[in-house]
């Protein structure tokens, strides 16, 4: 079976655009992850869901940014009115496990690269 | 709140030398998970321990989970060119992973 998917690859966007970025988890996987990964750091926390729900959404930076899940497959992060401090690669992830208590590995897409100029 | 932190941040190595990263959280950890990205990839998972004083081995790979569970530590033997790219360690925060910043392998044929 095919892994996490992310769609698109890459986004050029101008400053104050609207931008959907989108996730194809693996299927079956009930729990997804979103991260954002600047360049040399570590992947940060922004959203998870298990199931349709959006269970912890503690790591949104702010309320321009906003994901759903609506069949519990597909996910879909939308930034508003984009900044040139967005710009980094946007990470989703899945797991079979709903809790990361459980210890489950998470797999991960390739990532979509957002430019804000 | 929770921070996992690594060093070193970078690690130039000849092809052959050992090396050695170190991973610290500021809280006891239920767990660890750690993950390889290569350049321009994306994290994949390497392993879990989970046990207090936990060692795993993966070939040229040993992992070494804290009697405290707040440490760990990648030791890879002999490196490769193949070992290159940065290696994360992750600890579970309430329904989230914390990532350390990584430490960046370079090999040096």
């Known amino acids: 079976g095919a892994g996490v998917s992310q769609t698109p690859s890459n986004k050029v966007t101008e400053k104050g655009k609207y931008v959907e970025l989108r996730c194809d988890p693996i299927?079956?996987?009930?729990?997804l992850y979103w991260y954002r990964q600047s360049l040399g750091q570590g992947p940060e926390f922004l959203i998870y869901?298990?199931?349709?729900?959006?269970?912890?959404d503690s790591g949104l930076p702010n309320d321009r940014f906003f994901a759903v899940r609506p069949e519990g497959s597909v996910s879909t992060l939308k930034i508003q009115r984009t900044e040139r401090g967005d710009s980094a690669v946007y990470l989703c992830?899945?797991?079979?496990?709903?809790?990361?208590?459980?210890?489950?590995?998470?797999?991960f897409g390739p990532g979509t690269r957002l430019t804000v100029l | 709140g929770q921070q996992v932190m690594q060093i070193p941040q970078y690690q130039h190595v000849q092809e052959g030398e050992d090396f050695t990263t170190y991973c610290n959280s500021s809280t006891t950890l239920s767990n660890i998970q750690w993950y390889k990205q290569r350049p321009g990839g994306h994290p994949v998972f390497l392993i879990q321990l989970v046990k207090s004083g936990e060692v795993k081995k993966q070939k040229r790979l040993t992992f070494q989970f804290g009697e405290a569970k707040k440490n760990s530590s990648l030791h890879i033997t002999a490196t490769q060119t193949t070992d290159v790219g940065t290696y994360f360690c992750?600890?579970?925060?309430?329904?989230?992973?914390?990532f350390g910043g990584g430490t960046r392998l370079m090999v040096k044929p």
């Open positions: 299927s079956g996987h009930t729990a």
């Open positions: 992830a899945s797991s079979s496990i709903a809790s990361v208590r459980g210890g489950d590995e998470q797999f």
């Open positions: 869901f298990q199931g349709t729900g959006a269970a912890d």
């Open positions: 992750a600890g579970p925060r309430g329904n989230m992973l914390t």
